[in-house]
Each structure stands twice: as C-alpha cells, then as structure tokens.
Nanobody, 121 residues
Framework: QVQLVESGGGLVQPGGSLRLSCTAS????????MGWYRQAPGKQRELVAA???????NYADSVQERFSISRDDAKNTVYLQMNSLKPEDTAVYYC???????????????WGQGTQVTVSS
C-alpha cells in the first residue's frame, strides 16, 4: 500500500519562503513522476509542479520562477521549495504519485493528507 506524507506547511508572511516535503512508503518511488497540487477554499485542486522520474520538471504559470520542485530518490522524498510567497498561494498542498514516469502521466489515486500553507501578514 502506497502512503504519502506531506510536511512543512505553516504560516508565513508575504515574500517569505517555505519548503514542503512529501515522503513515500510502499511501492517503488524512483520510477514514478511526482506532483504537487493545491486546493484553496472554494476552488478546484490545481497542479502546482511536477517532476518526472528522470528529473525534468513542469510548473504552473502562476508559480514559475518562484517555486522549485526536486526529488531525492534515496529518501523517497519530493520537495517543493516556495519562495516569494503571495497571499494567493494560500491553500492546502497535496502530493501525488503519478501513474507513470513522465509528468504527462495521469495523477494516480495515491494522495497525501495535505499540508496547509497560509500566506498572510
């Protein structure tokens, strides 16, 4: 059974930074693409960033140049470094293990429980 556990969320002022982590257990981590999604109140869940098994990355336009996704296959962990945070980045952030190796793959049914990020002064 695949389990994903996110951590690193919290309250930060506009312009601040946070680093989210998502650690996987069960299954093989390194061969799958991974993605970070977010869901703000009253909005649909949206893709923030994804990383293929080979390390290539894809970002939503809204976070380009501010967020960076990376992975450490030895630790079964994917990270999301978030810089220059804005109030509109406030959301619950989830990670997903994709169904394939590239970020063109579909998200799978494996989601973490989410971690709250609040950007406010």
């Amino acid at each position: 059974q695949v389990q994903l556990v996110e951590s690193g969320g919290g309250l930060v002022q506009p312009g601040g930074s946070l680093r989210l982590s998502c650690t996987a257990s069960g299954g093989i981590f390194s061969i799958y693409a991974m993605g970070w999604y977010r869901q703000a109140p009253g909005k649909q869940r949206e893709l923030v960033a994804a990383i293929a098994s080979g390390g290539s990355t894809n970002y939503a336009d809204s976070v380009q140049e501010r967020f960076s996704i990376s992975r450490d296959d030895a630790k079964n962990t994917v990270y999301l470094q978030m810089n220059s945070l804005k109030p509109e980045d406030t959301a619950v952030y989830y990670c997903n293990r994709y169904s394939g190796t590239t970020y063109y793959s579909s998200p799978s049914r494996y989601w973490g429980q989410g971690t709250q990020v609040t950007v406010s002064s």
